[in-house]
């Protein structure tokens, strides 16, 4: 299945770049995982969303899942989940 990827990079060096893409995946984490893997900013990935595609992201759907750095899970107060998936509501 083909998922839609929104990321924002860490701070380039006041504020983030946002990039997104498409991703061919049997899941939204897995889709994560592999955007994650390829992404080439030079001041790393900060976090990132995966939706069902394009349209689900600007009809304001929630996303399928996301991925957030260990600087990301700490500024959320969630240090514990730095560099992991988490999983939101797929119904949405």
Not at 31 to 51: E, I, M, N, S, T
Request: glycine residues 6%; hydrophobic residues 35%.
């Amino acid at each position: 299945m083909e998922y839609f990827i929104e990321a924002n990079s860490f701070a380039a060096p006041f504020f983030s770049d946002t990039s997104s893409g498409f991703v061919e995946a049997d899941s939204p984490e897995q889709a994560l995982l592999r955007f994650k893997d390829d992404y080439k900013h030079p001041c790393g990935l900060y976090a990132a969303v995966c939706y069902q595609d394009a349209n689900a992201k600007h009809k304001g759907h929630e996303p399928l899942a996301k991925w957030v750095s260990n600087a990301a899970g700490v500024c959320e107060g969630k240090p514990e989940e730095g560099r992991v998936i988490v999983l939101l509501d797929e119904n949405n």
